[in-house]
């Protein structure tokens, strides 16, 4: 286990755990990116994160950001700040923070899976879609190069039970929108408030190369459901895909030509590839040998 | 850099017929690369790397729908020749033809199941036929796995005889001055003070992995096959038939001799090695 050597994943925000999993001195030892890390949350509420050595040793101190109901810290200089979810400000919106769930799978799988809607009826059957309605229609998906962002939108599918709060099948919208290689959320039909999108996100914390602890959340108009049903429901989800995320080969997603076949429905992954490719990103990925 | 694994240029045996029905599904390892090995409703076997051309899902959690595979990620189907026929997420186009599994030679033979690489130059697998007499009647007697490395076995099969007990009685091994000779390298003879052989034990390879013993005693002789299917560089897969001269009225009880023997033979093996 070794800090990983890519200045990309490095020099980037990364999330290692909820707001919530950091109580008054007691310190809590995680990884991130093949590194050993220490953080405590201070007396006076601060949460202080340190690399440390195999032996424990305090090493560099990293710098912390507590925004979106998580933690976060790096290991390098980000030239960027921390991307933006401006729902977070909707004071009417249910926040649900579900916790880190471990998977033996690279994060960037993760990611691709979660922008990935072909798998519905398989996958998620007589929940997120079910056959024969198996069609994903063409959509739109490019790499933002203002903010830095892949965009993915005008997505139409038709699902059994979008959401815990959906009542009967229906066509569901989709948008969705990758804020750094390892965090990512979507925007879907809200079945309470159709004016306004749910939101569903998920960030990775690449422990290593094919280990991570994924965090979902969810923002949504829910005025029905208990909190602990939305995560029981959304574990329940995330559960499914780990079947697949764990049964990946290789596991790092492969960057170059020809390894890897896609087809039309897999536009928006398509660009994320590109994009991590533009960026020079090693960390999870399969290198070509 | 890991190199990626690649199948040996020669037949490997990775299981019995008998133990893959139609419909049903396995993984096989041959030298670290993992394999789907399928059964279709017609009855052929497929050996396909298991690997959904997509996103590299393995083909095993898939399921068999007539003589198709389906991947468990996205449904994707694929024909018998690996091609897919089938994206549930486009339904109204025809696949490119490079949508394509991995696939390997397949066939059924002696009662296993034998995989080699598609551009594999050698006779076709019949020949292995000839090597042996017309009338063997072979059948399985069990696969086992043994945490040994194939080489290992092998040399521990050529040098040190583990003659059965049909063979080696606990009457002839209570003989006095019984005298194990090493005639020929591949043949053992266990012989009495006036030079009688008692018993005879021979081996030779047929090809790579894939052994004949001959083991003969008081008017029995029993055949038996050894497939080897190494899995990686410490642990080997072992497929065992027996033909004896002739299967009695109990042939049950004469499998499961060879099954017991075969169970000892993996501890000697576990133990040295």
């Not at chain 1, 950001?65 to 977070?88: A, C, M, N, S, Y």
């Not at chain 1, 804020?179 to 999108?197: A, D, G, I, Q």
């Not at chain 1, 559960?239 to 928006?268: C, H, M, W």
Request: overall charge negative; proline content about 5%; aromatic content about 10%.
């Amino acid at each position: 286990m070794t800090k990983t050597t890519d200045p990309v994943a490095i020099n980037d925000w990364q999330v290692i755990g909820r707001i919530d999993d950091f109580l008054k001195g007691q310190p809590k030892q995680t990884r991130l990116l093949g590194q050993s890390l220490v953080a405590e949350r201070h007396k006076n509420g601060d949460i202080k994160v340190h690399e440390i050595s195999e032996l424990g040793e305090t090493l560099r101190s990293c710098p912390v950001q507590e925004k979106f109901g998580h933690v976060w810290t790096t290991l390098g200089k980000p030239k960027r700040e921390l991307f933006d979810i401006p729902e977070f400000q909707q004071i009417d919106r249910k926040y649900v923070g579900c916790g880190g769930v471990m998977a033996k799978a690279s994060a960037l799988r993760v990611v691709e899976n979660f922008l990935d809607i072909g798998h519905f009826p398989y996958v998620h059957t007589d929940f997120l879609g079910s056959e024969p309605l198996t069609e994903v229609k063409d959509y739109k998906a490019e790499i933002r190069i203002d903010v830095d962002e892949v965009w993915a939108d005008e997505i139409s599918f038709h699902q059994d039970k979008a959401m815990l709060s959906a009542t009967g099948g229906k066509a569901v919208e989709y948008m969705y929108r990758v804020v750094s290689p390892f965090n990512t959320v979507l925007y879907k039909t809200c079945p309470e408030k159709p004016e306004e999108w749910d939101i569903i996100g998920l960030f990775a914390q690449p422990l290593e190369e094919n280990l991570c602890r994924v965090y979902a959340f969810m923002l949504v108009f829910d005025s029905q459901n208990t909190e602990t049903d939305l995560i029981h429901f959304q574990q329940m989800i995330f559960f499914q895909d780990i079947i697949i995320l764990e049964n990946q080969l290789p596991v790092g997603v492969p960057l170059y030509d020809g390894a890897e076949r896609s087809i039309k429905a897999d536009k928006t992954q398509l660009q994320f590839r590109k994009w991590l490719k533009q960026k020079g990103l090693q960390f999870g990925t399969d290198q070509e040998t | 850099m890991i190199q990626k694994p690649v199948l040996p240029k020669n037949w490997v045996a990775v299981g019995f017929s008998q133990d893959l029905e139609k419909g049903q599904i396995n993984i096989v390892i041959i030298e670290e690369l993992e394999l789907v090995i399928w059964r279709d409703h017609k009855g052929q076997v497929h050996a396909w790397d298991n690997r959904c051309p997509h996103r590299g899902t393995r083909l095993s959690l898939g399921f068999v729908r007539g003589n198709q595979l389906a991947c468990l990620y996205h449904g994707w189907q694929f024909g018998g020749d690996g091609q897919c026929v089938y994206t549930p997420s486009i339904p109204d186009s025809t696949p490119p033809k490079s949508l394509k599994a991995h696939t390997h030679r397949c066939v059924e033979l002696l009662g296993l199941i034998w995989v080699a690489p598609l551009d594999f130059e050698h006779k076709d697998i019949k020949g292995l036929e000839s090597h042996l007499r017309d009338s063997m009647d072979f059948q399985p007697v069990r696969s086992m796995i043994i945490h040994c490395s194939a080489e290992n076995i092998f040399n521990r099969l050529a040098s040190i005889p583990f003659p059965p007990s049909r063979i080696m009685s606990r009457r002839l091994r209570s003989i006095s001055n019984m005298r194990l000779i090493q005639e020929t390298e591949s043949v053992f003879l266990w012989e009495d003070d006036e030079n009688r052989t008692l018993a005879s034990y021979q081996f030779r390879e047929i090809q790579p992995g894939f052994f004949q013993f001959n083991c003969e005693s008081e008017g029995t002789a029993d055949v038996l096959l050894f497939a080897l299917q190494k899995i990686d560089s410490q642990k080997t897969a072992l497929h065992l038939l027996l033909a004896p001269e002739n299967w009695s009225s109990d042939p049950i009880s004469l499998k499961l001799a060879y099954a017991q023997w075969s169970k000892k033979l993996r501890n000697q093996l576990e133990q040295i090695f």
